[in-house]
């Protein structure tokens, strides 16, 4: 298993402002996904973020809107840019073990409010 | 467009008595399905998975059924016990690898009454 921690776990941040969210492992991994979740809607992809490699964005989600960053096997950020109240959302980091789908492991969240 | 859908935002079930969770996809290529629990202030975490080949998986109270000419899952939890209570994840994937993307439903919180 993995355990994975986020910081901030909250944040109310005005409009127009970027926010970075960190995502760390206690152990290497080379798969890490970056989620979302809007109010009242499912967890979305936006990105899976591998060592060694550009992030790949899913349809979407463009870097100039949240760019990642991926400097080693334990850590990753997550930057969501220009922010508008849209961007309201649990942001979720994970990574993947190599079992499978369910070796994949969450982290706790950031609840991310924009006024 | 949502693939894998779940309908029912909550149920609330007795102690001990089964509780049926429901989750419907679209996308005919997905062939493996999992579901996901999370507690308040928590991440998910991995609960039962069943693979497209197989129409049951059993593990201790929990049981997820697929029916494949439906596009149709359940997951029974009997008996319910209180500690269950929590929002519960459909989710599906194309292939077993470590990097299978998963698509996920809104979810279905679960409220067992002691």
């Known amino acids: 298993s993995a355990v994975i921690s986020q910081k901030p776990s909250r944040d109310i941040c005005q409009r127009g402002t970027s926010l970075t969210i960190q995502c760390q492992v206690d152990?290497?991994?080379?798969?890490m996904f970056w989620y979302r979740q809007q109010p009242g809607q499912s967890l979305t992809l936006i990105a899976t973020?591998?060592?060694?490699?550009?992030?790949?964005?899913e349809s979407g989600f463009v870097i100039d809107k949240f760019p990642i960053s991926r400097p080693n096997l334990t850590f990753s950020t997550l930057t969501v840019s220009n922010m508008s109240p849209e961007d309201s959302s649990i942001y979720l980091c994970?990574?993947?073990?190599?079992?499978?789908?369910?070796?994949?492991?969450f982290g706790p969240g950031t609840r991310l409010t924009v006024l | 467009d949502q693939q894998v859908k779940q309908n029912s935002p909550s149920l609330s079930v007795q102690e001990g008595r089964i509780s049926i969770l429901n989750c419907d996809y679209t996308?005919?290529?997905?062939?493996?399905f999992l579901w996901y629990k999370k507690y308040p202030a928590e991440g998910p975490t991995f609960l039962i998975s069943i693979s497209s080949i197989k129409d049951k998986n059993e593990d201790g109270r929990f049981t997820v059924f697929l029916n494949k000419s439906a596009k149709h899952l359940s997951l029974h939890i009997v008996p319910s016990q209180p500690g269950d209570s929590a929002v519960y994840f459909c989710a599906a994937s194309r292939g077993t690898g470590a990097n299978s993307k998963l698509t996920f439903g809104k979810g279905i919180t679960l409220s067992v009454r002691p």
């Open positions: 973020a591998n060592q060694g490699s550009e992030a790949t964005y």
């Open positions: 994970s990574v993947g073990l190599a079992g499978g789908p369910e070796e994949q492991f």
């Open positions: 996308n005919s290529m997905f062939d493996y």
């Open positions: 152990s290497q991994v080379t798969m």
